[in-house]
């Protein structure tokens, strides 16, 4: 990449920066730009750290390069000293705030850290065992505890069930386990005894030979269990496993995490438990 050509982005914020990112990321997809570098620049709370800041984005300013400013700092006084340098900065709060409070008919009350800290124990709470849970039944382990499970993801090998199964947790608090279809399970072309009883709330992802290929190559380069002519045979027959068995399936292949958990909660008609 030629940094001197990049689009340098930074999001500031006076807690994680998960919004800010989360945001600024969202609204950087309507545009066509392939070279870009983000930095997350988090717990900017003080004085000295917001000129701290300053300076990072202020050098590579410098450097020719051109910058733009995602912020959600709470204090107004941190705002204003972002706000006022030359770089480009979109202040999220004040962008988006003062037509809420119009249509709300009050004025907010910053507080540094409502969006992801422990406001309700209960809540935090829930969504840790959520958590605790899915990493506990993780890949088909303690399957005796299905029973607990909101929903059960299977999938061949690498076809992204864990990092779906952790997303459903973190950010909804559903319980989710997932169960490994392996090649005696597919050649037998039936649920495995652990899925049976639990078909209901059972869901299938499935993903393309290609992308499994790749995937698998990665971690287990020229290996038979990488091989494209095994991701063919294990796709072919998962796909008519889920069809025979009524298993409701998503294409993994094209989806981000994020995508597939909202899928998923919609397909299984599970609702956030906090």
């Not at 088909?140 to 059960?152: E, P």
């Not at 005696?184 to 869901?203: C, H, N």
């Not at 063919?232 to 998962?238: D, Q």
Request: one cysteine or more.
């Amino acid at each position: 990449m030629d940094q001197r050509n990049s689009l340098e982005v930074f999001f500031v914020s006076d807690r994680t920066g998960i919004t800010a990112e989360a945001l600024g990321r969202s609204l950087l997809t309507q545009f066509h730009e392939d070279n870009r570098r983000f930095t997350v620049l988090p717990y900017v709370d003080t004085d000295e750290k917001i000129d701290a800041a300053i300076n990072q984005i202020d050098t590579v300013m410098q450097n020719g390069q051109r910058v733009v400013v995602f912020s959600t700092l709470s204090n107004e006084t941190l705002r204003q000293k972002l706000i006022n340098k030359d770089f480009f900065v979109l202040d999220l709060f004040a962008t988006c705030l003062p037509s809420l409070q119009s249509a709300l008919h009050q004025h907010s009350s910053p507080v540094i850290g409502h969006t992801h800290g422990i406001l309700d124990k209960n809540q935090y709470l829930t969504r840790m065992d959520a958590v605790n849970f899915t990493l506990n039944v993780d890949d088909g382990m303690r399957t005796k505890d299905y029973q607990q499970a909101d929903i059960i993801l299977a999938g061949v090998s690498r076809s992204g069930k864990t990092p779906t199964c952790i997303y459903l947790a973190m950010q909804f608090g559903i319980r989710a386990a997932n169960y490994p279809l392996v090649s005696e399970d597919l050649e037998k072309a039936r649920l495995p005894d652990a899925l049976k009883q639990w078909k209901k709330k059972t869901f299938g992802l499935i993903i393309d030979p290609v992308s499994l290929h790749k995937i698998r190559q990665s971690r287990m380069p020229d290996s038979s269990y990488a091989s494209v002519e095994q991701c063919r045979k294990e796709v072919r027959l998962v796909e008519t496993l889920f069809r025979q068995e009524n298993i409701t399936a998503v294409e993994s292949s094209s989806m981000s995490v994020e995508e597939l958990a909202t899928s998923l909660m919609q397909k299984a008609d599970l609702k956030r438990q906090f």
